[in-house]
T-cell receptor, first 112, second 115 residues
Framework: DQQVKQNSPSLSVQEGRISILNCDYT??????FLWYKKYPAEGPTFLIS?????DKNEDGRFTVFLNKSAKHLSLHIVPSQPGDSAVYFC???????????FGQGTTLQVKP | ETGVTQSPTHLIKTRGQQVTLRCSSQ?????VSWYQQALGQGPQFIFQ???????GRGNFPPRFSGLQFPNYSSELNVNALELDDSALYLC??????????????FGQGTRLTVV
Protein backbone atom coordinates (compact mmCIF):
# COMPACT_ATOMS: atom_id res chain seq x y z
CA ASP A 1 0.00 0.00 0.00
CA GLN A 2 2.18 2.79 -1.36
CA GLN A 3 0.42 5.99 -0.34
CA VAL A 4 3.12 8.24 -1.81
CA LYS A 5 4.62 7.32 -5.15
CA GLN A 6 7.49 8.65 -7.19
CA ASN A 7 7.16 6.78 -10.45
CA SER A 8 10.42 7.92 -12.00
CA PRO A 9 13.40 6.22 -10.35
CA SER A 10 15.85 8.51 -12.13
CA LEU A 11 16.10 11.75 -14.08
CA SER A 12 18.99 13.24 -16.02
CA VAL A 13 19.12 16.89 -17.08
CA GLN A 14 21.68 19.29 -18.45
CA GLU A 15 23.14 21.98 -16.22
CA GLY A 16 21.13 25.21 -16.51
CA ARG A 17 17.94 23.48 -17.62
CA ILE A 18 14.83 22.80 -15.55
CA SER A 19 14.49 19.65 -13.46
CA ILE A 20 10.95 18.48 -12.75
CA LEU A 21 10.41 15.77 -10.17
CA ASN A 22 6.95 14.31 -9.72
CA CYS A 23 5.09 12.72 -6.86
CA ASP A 24 1.57 11.25 -6.53
CA TYR A 25 -0.35 10.42 -3.40
CA THR A 26 -3.51 8.49 -2.68
CA UNK A 27 -4.58 9.54 0.81
CA UNK A 28 -6.85 12.59 0.75
CA UNK A 29 -6.17 13.15 4.46
CA UNK A 30 -2.64 14.28 3.73
CA UNK A 31 -2.45 18.03 4.18
CA UNK A 32 1.25 18.79 4.24
CA PHE A 33 3.88 17.84 1.74
CA LEU A 34 7.64 18.07 1.82
CA TRP A 35 10.65 17.44 -0.36
CA TYR A 36 13.91 16.12 1.01
CA LYS A 37 17.26 15.77 -0.71
CA LYS A 38 19.69 13.01 0.17
CA TYR A 39 23.36 12.68 -0.70
CA PRO A 40 25.14 9.32 -0.27
CA ALA A 41 26.27 8.62 3.30
CA GLU A 42 24.19 11.52 4.64
CA GLY A 43 20.72 11.76 6.11
CA PRO A 44 17.88 13.45 4.18
CA THR A 45 17.92 17.24 4.25
CA PHE A 46 14.70 19.25 4.21
CA LEU A 47 14.32 21.26 1.01
CA ILE A 48 10.88 22.81 0.74
CA SER A 49 7.31 22.18 1.89
CA UNK A 50 3.76 23.12 0.97
CA UNK A 51 0.50 23.13 2.86
CA UNK A 52 -2.66 21.86 1.21
CA UNK A 53 -4.17 25.35 1.40
CA UNK A 54 -1.63 26.52 -1.18
CA ASP A 55 -0.91 25.43 -4.71
CA LYS A 56 2.61 26.81 -5.02
CA ASN A 57 5.57 27.58 -2.80
CA GLU A 58 8.83 29.07 -3.95
CA ASP A 59 12.27 29.20 -2.34
CA GLY A 60 15.05 30.44 -4.57
CA ARG A 61 15.64 27.98 -7.39
CA PHE A 62 13.12 25.52 -5.92
CA THR A 63 9.36 25.63 -6.47
CA VAL A 64 6.82 23.06 -5.36
CA PHE A 65 3.43 22.84 -7.04
CA LEU A 66 0.45 21.05 -5.54
CA ASN A 67 -2.58 19.86 -7.51
CA LYS A 68 -4.99 18.56 -4.90
CA SER A 69 -7.66 17.40 -7.32
CA ALA A 70 -5.09 15.22 -9.10
CA LYS A 71 -3.32 14.32 -5.83
CA HIS A 72 -0.08 15.31 -7.48
CA LEU A 73 2.87 17.45 -6.55
CA SER A 74 5.99 18.40 -8.38
CA LEU A 75 9.33 20.00 -7.56
CA HIS A 76 10.88 22.34 -10.11
CA ILE A 77 14.56 23.25 -9.94
CA VAL A 78 15.58 26.15 -12.14
CA PRO A 79 18.35 26.41 -13.16
CA SER A 80 19.68 22.98 -12.33
CA GLN A 81 23.25 22.76 -11.07
CA PRO A 82 25.61 19.77 -10.81
CA GLY A 83 25.49 20.09 -7.01
CA ASP A 84 21.77 19.30 -7.19
CA SER A 85 22.62 15.72 -8.16
CA ALA A 86 21.14 13.63 -5.34
CA VAL A 87 18.17 11.46 -4.44
CA TYR A 88 14.97 13.45 -3.93
CA PHE A 89 12.17 12.18 -1.73
CA CYS A 90 8.71 13.59 -1.47
CA UNK A 91 6.88 13.03 1.80
CA UNK A 92 3.41 13.67 3.16
CA UNK A 93 1.81 14.00 6.55
CA UNK A 94 -1.71 14.29 7.91
CA UNK A 95 -3.28 16.27 10.72
CA UNK A 96 -1.92 15.98 14.26
CA UNK A 97 0.88 13.66 13.40
CA UNK A 98 4.61 13.94 13.02
CA UNK A 99 4.65 10.78 10.92
CA UNK A 100 6.00 11.29 7.43
CA UNK A 101 5.11 8.97 4.56
CA PHE A 102 7.89 8.96 1.98
CA GLY A 103 7.96 8.09 -1.69
CA GLN A 104 10.60 5.75 -3.09
CA GLY A 105 12.83 8.56 -4.27
CA THR A 106 14.06 9.88 -7.62
CA THR A 107 17.76 10.06 -8.41
CA LEU A 108 18.55 13.32 -10.18
CA GLN A 109 21.72 13.66 -12.19
CA VAL A 110 22.63 17.10 -13.47
CA LYS A 111 25.26 16.93 -16.17
CA PRO A 112 27.77 19.78 -16.62
CA GLU B 1 24.19 24.07 17.92
CA THR B 2 24.97 20.39 17.51
CA GLY B 3 23.26 18.32 14.85
CA VAL B 4 21.67 14.88 15.05
CA THR B 5 24.22 12.16 15.60
CA GLN B 6 23.67 8.42 15.32
CA SER B 7 25.83 5.56 16.47
CA PRO B 8 27.18 3.29 15.30
CA THR B 9 27.42 4.20 11.61
CA HIS B 10 27.71 0.59 10.49
CA LEU B 11 26.85 -2.67 12.17
CA ILE B 12 26.81 -6.35 11.22
CA LYS B 13 24.67 -8.74 13.25
CA THR B 14 23.66 -12.37 12.99
CA ARG B 15 20.06 -13.45 12.50
CA GLY B 16 18.34 -13.91 15.87
CA GLN B 17 20.55 -11.43 17.70
CA GLN B 18 19.44 -8.18 19.28
CA VAL B 19 20.69 -4.70 18.38
CA THR B 20 20.53 -1.23 19.93
CA LEU B 21 20.94 1.89 17.83
CA ARG B 22 21.45 5.31 19.38
CA CYS B 23 20.51 8.84 18.44
CA SER B 24 21.40 12.17 19.99
CA SER B 25 18.84 14.79 19.07
CA GLN B 26 19.64 18.31 18.04
CA UNK B 27 19.97 20.81 20.86
CA UNK B 28 16.54 22.18 21.84
CA UNK B 29 14.60 19.35 20.19
CA UNK B 30 12.27 17.20 22.28
CA UNK B 31 10.96 14.83 19.61
CA VAL B 32 12.73 11.93 17.94
CA SER B 33 11.39 9.82 15.08
CA TRP B 34 12.92 6.63 13.72
CA TYR B 35 12.71 5.47 10.13
CA GLN B 36 13.85 2.35 8.30
CA GLN B 37 15.11 2.77 4.74
CA ALA B 38 15.52 -0.45 2.77
CA LEU B 39 17.65 -0.43 -0.36
CA GLY B 40 15.95 1.41 -3.20
CA GLN B 41 13.03 2.51 -1.02
CA GLY B 42 12.01 5.63 0.82
CA PRO B 43 12.26 5.84 4.61
CA GLN B 44 9.44 4.09 6.48
CA PHE B 45 8.20 5.45 9.80
CA ILE B 46 8.87 3.14 12.75
CA PHE B 47 7.81 5.28 15.71
CA GLN B 48 8.17 8.68 17.32
CA UNK B 49 9.00 9.72 20.88
CA UNK B 50 7.88 13.03 22.32
CA UNK B 51 8.99 13.99 25.83
CA UNK B 52 9.90 10.38 26.64
CA UNK B 53 6.53 8.91 25.56
CA UNK B 54 5.80 6.99 22.36
CA UNK B 55 3.78 9.32 20.13
CA GLY B 56 2.75 7.22 17.16
CA ARG B 57 3.92 3.98 15.61
CA GLY B 58 4.17 2.66 12.08
CA ASN B 59 3.50 -0.84 10.81
CA PHE B 60 6.40 -2.56 12.57
CA PRO B 61 6.22 -5.62 14.87
CA PRO B 62 6.68 -5.34 18.65
CA ARG B 63 10.25 -6.61 18.41
CA PHE B 64 11.03 -3.04 17.32
CA SER B 65 11.01 -0.97 20.49
CA GLY B 66 12.41 2.32 21.61
CA LEU B 67 13.22 4.65 24.45
CA GLN B 68 13.68 8.34 24.89
CA PHE B 69 15.76 9.67 27.74
CA PRO B 70 15.33 12.87 29.81
CA ASN B 71 17.97 14.58 27.64
CA TYR B 72 15.79 13.60 24.62
CA SER B 73 18.33 11.23 23.14
CA SER B 74 16.81 7.97 21.97
CA GLU B 75 17.46 4.30 21.38
CA LEU B 76 15.96 1.90 18.87
CA ASN B 77 16.06 -1.75 19.90
CA VAL B 78 15.39 -4.64 17.57
CA ASN B 79 15.08 -8.17 18.94
CA ALA B 80 15.26 -11.47 17.10
CA LEU B 81 16.87 -9.92 14.04
CA GLU B 82 15.74 -11.13 10.63
CA LEU B 83 17.55 -10.85 7.31
CA ASP B 84 14.90 -8.33 6.11
CA ASP B 85 15.88 -6.00 8.94
CA SER B 86 19.00 -5.13 6.95
CA ALA B 87 18.53 -1.45 6.14
CA LEU B 88 19.59 2.10 6.87
CA TYR B 89 18.03 3.31 10.11
CA LEU B 90 17.46 7.03 10.29
CA CYS B 91 16.75 9.16 13.29
CA UNK B 92 15.11 12.59 12.96
CA UNK B 93 14.73 15.17 15.68
CA UNK B 94 12.32 18.07 15.79
CA UNK B 95 10.99 20.59 18.27
CA UNK B 96 7.45 19.44 18.88
CA UNK B 97 5.68 16.13 18.50
CA UNK B 98 2.63 17.53 16.77
CA UNK B 99 4.25 19.94 14.41
CA UNK B 100 4.89 19.12 10.84
CA UNK B 101 8.33 17.74 10.34
CA UNK B 102 9.34 20.77 8.36
CA UNK B 103 12.12 21.33 10.80
CA UNK B 104 13.04 17.71 11.36
CA UNK B 105 16.76 17.18 11.10
CA PHE B 106 17.98 13.74 10.14
CA GLY B 107 21.12 12.01 11.31
CA GLN B 108 23.42 10.28 8.85
CA GLY B 109 21.90 6.91 9.68
CA THR B 110 23.09 3.53 10.91
CA ARG B 111 23.63 0.89 8.23
CA LEU B 112 22.57 -2.46 9.74
CA THR B 113 23.43 -5.69 7.96
CA VAL B 114 21.93 -8.94 9.23
CA VAL B 115 23.67 -12.10 8.06
Amino acid sequence: DQQVKQNSPSLSVQEGRISILNCDYTNSMFDYFLWYKKYPAEGPTFLISISSIKDKNEDGRFTVFLNKSAKHLSLHIVPSQPGDSAVYFCAASGLDTGKLIFGQGTTLQVKP
Amino acid sequence: ETGVTQSPTHLIKTRGQQVTLRCSSQSGHNTVSWYQQALGQGPQFIFQYYREEENGRGNFPPRFSGLQFPNYSSELNVNALELDDSALYLCASSHSGYRRDTEAFFGQGTRLTVV
